[in-house]
């Protein structure tokens, strides 16, 4: 039976080679965690065993390299699942796709294990992590929530929206985005964006508030 007071912690390691931000939620009760994003693998990995956390999911709100990069070290040393958006599924295999081969430095992560779909939801002991369709920065972008808790990856940030400029990117589905995203935010809740410093919803209006201006 599910446990109705579900309990969890989210902590964010700023990782990599541009600033990721890897968020990693942890179950209180049973200590499996998903790590969102991994860029660098060996970092996030020090923190699960400082933590004594069982890995269980590895997620990728979307497929380029700045947010796959920890997949294989993780993969390799836990075996965690691999979860990731259907249209970004064949960025994980493909340097062209996930912009590795456009920094020097050509990546693959392992193949998925799981493809995630709109109203999906991972279980991590206790809690529910549901999932979104929100393309626009790459055509198989996801976003996350837990609760109150909102991971937003490269869709937005507290500066302003995620590039649509990159192979895949929509400008016009990345609005279409936002805005369902944006209306299931609540006042209270807590947003975790890929790059960038997090916050609740209200120190995102400025941004949304030029979007609105702008660009809607
Ligand atoms: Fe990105």
Redesign the pocket.
């Given at each position: 039976m599910r446990n109705l007071n579900p309990s969890f912690r989210i902590d964010t390691i700023i990782n990599g080679e541009i600033s990721t931000n890897t968020h990693i939620i942890s179950c209180l009760t049973d200590s499996t965690c998903m790590v969102i994003d991994p860029a660098d693998g060996k970092v996030v990995s020090k923190f699960i065993e400082n933590n004594n956390l069982k890995l269980k999911y590895i997620v990728n709100t979307?497929g380029?390299y700045?947010?796959i990069s920890g997949n294989k070290f993780l993969k390799d040393k836990y075996n965690g699942l691999i979860c990731i958006g259907a249209e970004d599924a064949e960025f994980l295999t493909n340097p062209a796709l996930n912009m590795s081969a456009y920094v020097g430095d050509e990546f693959c992560s392992p193949k998925c294990d799981i493809i995630l779909k709109n109203n999906d939801y991972l279980d991590l002991g206790d809690n529910r992590i549901f999932v979104r369709e929100t393309p626009g920065?790459?055509q198989g972008s996801i976003t996350l929530s837990l609760g109150n808790s909102f991971f937003s990856g490269?869709l937005l940030f507290m500066e302003g929206l995620?590039r649509t400029d990159?192979p895949g990117g929509d400008p016009v589905k990345l609005v279409e985005s936002v805005r369902s995203f944006w209306s299931i935010v609540k006042m209270e809740s807590f947003i975790y964006p890929?790059h960038g410093e997090c916050g609740k919803k209200l120190m995102f209006e400025n941004t949304m508030r030029e979007i609105f201006l702008y660009r809607f």
């Open positions: 979307h380029h700045d947010h920065h790459t490269d995620g990159l890929g």
